[in-house]
């Protein structure tokens, strides 16, 4: 039987995501002492900002994830399976007591933390570490958050106070969450934009995945379908190289979006909470009508342009449907590691490359003679 267990972690205060992608994306500097700051002058949340990117799931099949020093838990439960509920603080602004996530199938991998490495350092901040582990498709935020009342013994054990530490909480806590977050999710759903369907889709997806695997009985009887439009065996393209690039377009959207005043917010790095997204990135462009949003595709490689690429049938039947405003981003990284970009529409990619079966890869088509 797991061990269910409350934790309390900072929000992140980030204007520049949406509320859906939160904790999902590396903060600059700045942001990282905002986070701090707030710690040191008035005692909100935590000393440090660890907690930033627990909920990146991307397209890694582990989710590693960073536990405040009070919530890790007793070392006579070392080697068991945890599920990991993350509540904000009572006194944390906007979204104070809240829950925002869960952590489930999860299992500690050093009390102590351990260094995530490169690609996730923060310049003149001290190494980010992480403590557990857990299946990527056990891990979800919970949007919007669900409001808490530690006096209520819903989501927890009845409290008068609950501090800084864990709180285990029972199957029957567990279950409240759950269910009243997959409620939440249907109900969202139906108004949902383009760029929170599939986060939403994903979130019931884990919710759901999470009461079978505990048998929390706290499945809806809402028909909502699922999609997992797995790559193929064999021959991925690099997880890493894949981060790297959906990372850089990313980054370069933020640029182009507040060029010309709109928010950072207006950038939502989808695919980082929603890995069967079948876009990557929602941005916006500007169009002789105006500002609208735009979608992005974004496929990474080392070698030739196209080889190694895969295009779902799922991405497929998106493009087609919103050829005017989603493009493929090709980012190709040379062999000194320095990115180039090309966008392509629908149209375009058929045009320079042949769909083959395999999951559409993409082949470049011969020069035409004549």
């Known amino acids: 039987m797991p061990i269910f267990v409350a934790i309390k972690i ?3 205060p980030r ?12 903060p600059t500097r700045p942001q990282y002492d905002e986070v701090h700051d707030l710690y040191r002058d008035k005692r909100i949340g935590g000393n440090g900002f660890h907690e930033c990117i627990n909920y990146a799931v991307g397209r890694s099949e582990t989710v590693q994830f960073y536990l405040p020093p009070t919530s890790i838990p007793a070392e006579k439960y070392e080697n068991d399976e945890f599920v990991f509920f993350s509540f904000t603080y009572k006194g944390g602004g906007d979204m104070a007591a809240r829950l925002v996530g869960v952590h489930a199938g999860a299992r500690l991998v050093d009390r102590n933390g351990r260094a995530r490495g490169a690609g996730y350092e923060i310049p003149g901040v001290e190494p980010l570490i992480y403590h557990a582990e857990a299946p990527g498709d056990l891990v979800t935020l919970i949007n919007p958050p669900l409001p808490y009342d530690i006096r209520d013994g819903v989501f927890t054990p009845v409290l008068t106070k609950w501090g800084y530490g864990r709180r285990y909480i029972y199957n029957s806590h567990a279950t409240n969450i759950v269910r009243a977050a997959i409620a939440q999710a249907v109900d969202s759903l139906a108004s949902a934009s383009l760029s929170q369907q599939p986060i939403l889709k994903q979130q019931l997806d884990v919710l759901r995945r999470i009461s079978d695997r505990y048998g929390l009985g706290a499945e809806d009887d809402a028909s909502t379908p699922t999609t997992h439009d797995k790559l193929p065996a064999g021959h991925l393209p690099d997880v890493e190289i894949g981060y790297r690039g959906e990372r850089f377009v ?6 182009h979006v507040t060029s010309f005043g709109s928010k ?14 079948p876009f990557d990135i929602r941005t916006l462009r500007q169009t002789p009508q105006g500002v609208r949003e735009h979608f992005l595709e974004v496929k990474s490689s080392t070698v030739a342009e196209g080889d ?6 799922q991405q497929i039947a998106f493009f087609e449907q919103h050829q005017s405003c989603a493009t493929f981003a090709l980012v190709n990284f040379g062999s000194d590691h320095t990115p180039s970009l090309r966008e392509l529409s629908l149209s375009q990619l058929r045009s320079e490359f042949d769909l083959q079966p395999v999951k559409y890869k993409l082949a470049p088509r011969p020069m035409s003679k004549g």
């Open 250 to 255: 990313y980054e370069r959207e933020l640029a």
């Open 10 to 12: 900072h929000y992140d």
């Open 264 to 277: 950072p917010s207006e950038v939502q790095w989808i695919s980082q909470l929603a890995p069967t997204s």
């Open 308 to 313: 190694n690429v895969y295009i779902s049938s």
């Open 15 to 26: 204007d520049s995501l949406a509320p859906e992608l939160k904790y999902s994306v590396l």
